[in-house]
């Protein structure tokens, strides 16, 4: 399920959300989610490949378990970057920016940049 041709290798925060909706559509994938759901325990098999997930939904009385081939973690790490401090950087004169204010490379036109 390729991305469009016409977008950049590196697609805004907007196209990367709508093809991933896209995605879900096309694949049918929503019927598969479990919101409002604490995974309990998540376990990887070696043997099966596999991994079995405890989990217990809104409402639920007792844990469930589901085996599945893939887990995704979609916790939301990301919503509060992280900036580590370094020695020195009080004197540093420049912008520090961390990804996640990145909105284009218009602001960054004509300058010289380090990405790290």
Known sequence: FPMPKSWARYPSHWQLHEYLQ???RHFDLARLYRMRTEVTACSFDESSESWTLRYRGEGDQEEQILQVDAVAMCV???????????????????????????????EFQGKRVMVV
């Open 76 to 106: 939301g790490q990301a919503c509060a970057p992280y900036s580590p401090t370094y020695p020195g950087q009080e004197t540093f004169r420049g912008r520090v920016m961390h990804t996640v204010g990145y909105r284009g490379q218009a």
């Open 22 to 24: 896209a995605f879900v």
